[in-house]
């Protein structure tokens, strides 16, 4: 695809425009859509178009961003369209920062990750929620690793950068995660199952066709017997969704008939406060090391 043609179909040009996520990082399968990035100051949910074969997912953005989560993946941004070259000023800036930043977006998945386990490990008995925190804990520890491994967050592909991080201490406390998660659960018939239910609370929150993205990157990884990775995609997909409406969850208490199969949650009260004990520690922990480490 040319992307400099892509900018002027999809009535860009006007703002500035990067390329950023898998296609930066020349980690992309044929599943892969291409991020793109406006720099239009708007405040709006992301918008999936399909242009061809090819998905494409565009995000509005600031020039005038803070927060570092947010900056920190602009480090391989490509520029597309910049005419008064005020993103590639903006994103000088920003790579000179590049590794406060990380760590910053490290620490703020810990947190966060502590504060789920938590949620689970006292909410069973009023929040209906709790083993859906847990999972959005277990994932959010997976993106603390993956950044403090200086890789991106890509969900399709963090599994795969996981098995292959150095052997230490720290990288080794992914297989208690992986427990957790319920990775070798993963089948051909529990996945449809996943995917129905995750496109499903896509749209319930998202509502943009993220679900095409999703259905998509479902058969590839299927058809080519990636079913652990497909089971973390999915996962990863709905803790993302569930953590953009944490404040208002509650209210909605029957959102849970979806999120148990989204999530695959299989786990009783008893197991639930068990393993939300060993990721509040194990966040806890990495949190600690981050610091004695500064």
């Known amino acids: 695809m040319e992307l400099k043609q892509l900018v002027n179909k999809l009535s860009l040009s006007e703002y500035p425009v ?4 898998c296609r930066t990082h020349k980690e992309t399968l044929e599943c892969c859509e291409y991020n793109i990035t406006v720099f ?38 490509e520029i597309l369209s910049d005419g008064q070259w005020n993103l590639g000023i903006f994103l000088s ?35 209906v929620f709790a083993p859906a925190w847990l999972k959005c804990a277990a994932y959010l520890v997976c993106d603390a690793l993956v950044l403090l491994n200086s890789k991106m967050r890509s969900p399709t592909h963090m599994l795969e950068f996981i098995r292959k991080f150095e052997k230490n201490k720290t990288n080794e406390s992914f297989l208690s995660v992986a427990k957790v998660l319920g990775l070798e659960r993963a089948t051909p018939s529990l996945l449809e199952r996943m995917l129905k239910s995750t496109i499903g609370f896509s749209d319930m929150t998202e509502g943009n066709n993220h679900s095409m993205i999703i259905q998509k990157k479902y058969e590839y990884l299927v058809n080519n017997s990636l079913l652990s990775d497909c089971y973390f995609y999915l996962g990863y997909v709905t803790k993302n969704n569930l953590v953009s409406i944490r404040d208002s969850a509650h209210k909605k208490p029957d959102l849970m008939h979806v999120l148990k199969v ?27 090391s981050l610091q004695n480490h500064t």
């Open 40 to 77: 239009d100051a708007k405040n709006e949910k992301d918008e999936i178009k399909k242009i061809g074969g090819d998905m494409i997912r565009i995000h509005h953005a600031s020039l005038d961003e803070s927060n570092p989560d947010l900056l920190q993946k602009y480090q391989n941004m």
């Open 93 to 127: 800036k920003t790579r000179e920062k590049n590794e406060m930043f990380r760590r910053s977006s490290i620490r703020g998945c810990l947190v966060d990750a502590a504060y789920f386990a938590t949620k689970a490990k006292q909410g069973y008995e009023t929040d």
């Open 262 to 288: 989204a999530l695959d949650i299989e786990a009783g009260q008893t197991k639930t406060e068990q393993q939300a004990a060993i990721i509040q520690s194990l966040a806890n922990d990495l949190i600690q």
């Open 18 to 21: 990067g390329l950023g996520g």
